[in-house]
């Protein structure tokens, strides 16, 4: 039944059941997998070196940050990425569709990498904004359009999804190569150019293979009428002008610290999950059938929550700690420490096949997507506690050899494969119809709670042991992904016809 006041859903072209053009899938997993290619290039890339330019010296091109702040500061940072998603799932389904959304969303990236290019802290902020604002955009309509490519039951599916993060790590694997080198040889704007000739690169290729996507209609699927559409523009420009002003404004008289604009963040991660989930379970859209699917949605949001808190730190304590305490020589070579964050990249390539092809020869025998989950979830608790023995009962200029962090990406990498990629893929299989494009945002939303939470956590780093920090971290996620194995038989019985 439609509600007054919405437009009827126009019929999508779904993707021709023998198209295997692309490895045995359809050809569109290819543009959107080199989307992400580039995307995770820029991102990843600049990611990789951002903590480290926070918390560089001034007299070396740095903001003075200490560790902890520097930290926070970078979590916050990708908790307001992930909340944007959800006001881009939003704009996907009611006003722009999938496929401008990611266009104009890549755009926006792009514009903000360039900004990060200009060597000023001013130019910094702006383009941190920009790519907030087209990440949230990107994201979860490129993963729903990946969903897009298959039925629902198609034993291909989880393979996609598992194809399709290859291609992100791809970029996660090459970006902070690149960008490490230039940060720590040319100066970190020199870095933050190349994250923005690699999104450069992800639209071109994007733009050109168009007519290989299913949903790639200009219209919304679930489109505003006219009129309510005008009014949302107008309700979107003046909402965002009357947020920078006040934005502005608290900061002039010095009430808005970057301290308190992350706990604001770290609030809203809380409280907005909250929120979209009531008001999907009381929506008159969704049906009885999809409420009951959306129950153990929560339990799996809530895993994605654990494990991403350990996933993102890949990216700031873990930075922070081989920066300071590992070796970055290997087989006598130097190379930056944020190259560590290349390896967790470089096994994230290696074992998504992998993955993929044991999941496509299990085909229905394959682990039901809840238990895939908790072992991600158990994987990535493991690495922060194997982080546990190297950092143990050693003075302060104790090098850890470089195989500890290299090992603990190992396990964070295999962990990630298998917690994202059947998160996703459950997360576009349970979606109620009405919330296609939302409710993958809301499966980034837990990104943004994991980054809030983290925006808090990492503040405590450097001020406790790093065996305390590490164990504790990794013995709650752990104990998280142990939780879900064992609500197992209900999520089963609920998830139908997820498996």
Request: aromatic share 12%; glycine share 12%; charged share 10%.
């Amino acid at each position: 039944m439609l509600v007054p006041g919405t437009a009827p859903r126009p019929t999508t072209e779904p993707a021709p059941a023998d198209d295997r053009a692309f490895v045995g899938h359809p050809r569109g997993l290819l543009t959107l997998s080199g989307l992400e290619v580039w995307e995770r290039f820029s991102f990843l890339g600049m990611q990789a070196i951002l903590v480290l330019y926070f918390a560089d010296a001034v007299t070396n091109g740095g903001m003075g940050m200490d560790a902890g702040t520097a930290a926070s500061v970078s979590a916050a940072y990708g908790t307001l990425v992930y909340l944007v998603s959800v006001a881009g799932g939003w704009l996907a389904d009611r006003i722009l569709g999938s496929y401008r959304a990611v266009l104009w969303g890549g755009i926006l990236i792009a514009c903000g990498h360039y900004a990060m290019a200009v060597p000023t802290d001013a130019m910094t902020w702006v383009g941190l904004g920009l790519i907030s604002a087209g990440t949230g955009l990107l994201k979860p309509n490129v993963a729903t359009m990946v969903g897009k490519l298959y039925r629902t039951d198609d034993d291909r599916r989880d393979a996609g999804f598992a194809l399709y993060y290859m291609g992100i790590n791809i970029g996660a694997f090459l970006g902070p190569l690149i960008t490490g080198w230039l940060g720590e040889h040319q100066g970190w704007h020199w870095g933050f150019s190349a994250a923005a000739f690699g999104m450069t690169l992800g639209l071109i290729q994007y733009v050109a293979g168009r007519r290989h996507l299913a949903g790639r209609k200009h219209t919304a699927e679930y489109a505003l009428p006219p009129q309510a559409m005008r009014r949302a523009v107008r309700l979107i420009v003046a909402g965002l002008l009357a947020c920078a002003a006040i934005a502005v404004l608290l900061a002039g008289i010095g009430w808005l610290t970057m301290g308190r604009f992350v706990d604001l963040l770290t609030l809203i991660s809380v409280l907005a999950p909250i929120a979209y989930f009531v008001w999907m379970f009381k929506s008159p859209r969704v049906s009885g059938e999809e409420r009951g699917r959306l129950r153990p949605y929560v339990v799996l949001f809530l895993a994605s929550v654990a494990f991403n808190f350990i996933l993102f730190q890949a990216y700031s304590t873990m930075m922070l700690l081989a920066s300071t305490s590992a070796e970055t020589t290997i087989l006598g070579f130097d190379f930056p420490a944020s190259w560590y964050a290349s390896a967790l990249g470089a096994f994230e390539v290696a074992l998504a096949p992998v993955v993929a092809a044991v999941w496509v020869r299990m085909g229905h025998r394959q682990p039901h997507a809840s238990n895939k989950i908790a072992l991600g979830v158990v994987l990535g608790g493991l690495s922060f506690l194997l982080m546990v023995l190297p950092t143990s009962g050693h003075s302060g200029d104790y090098k850890m050899a470089a195989w500890w962090i290299v090992g603990s990406y190992l396990l964070l990498g295999l962990g990630d494969i298998l917690l994202e990629t059947s998160g996703m893929s459950a997360t576009s299989k349970l979606a109620p119809k009405a919330f296609a494009s939302q409710t993958m945002a809301l499966w980034f939303l837990s990104l943004a709670l994991a980054n809030g939470i983290q925006a808090q956590t990492v503040k405590f780093y450097g001020k406790v042991s790093d065996p305390v920090y590490f164990g504790v971290n990794g013995a709650v996620a752990v104990a998280v992904g142990l939780a879900v194995i064992a609500a197992a038989p209900w999520l089963r019985r609920t998830m139908h016809p997820v498996h």
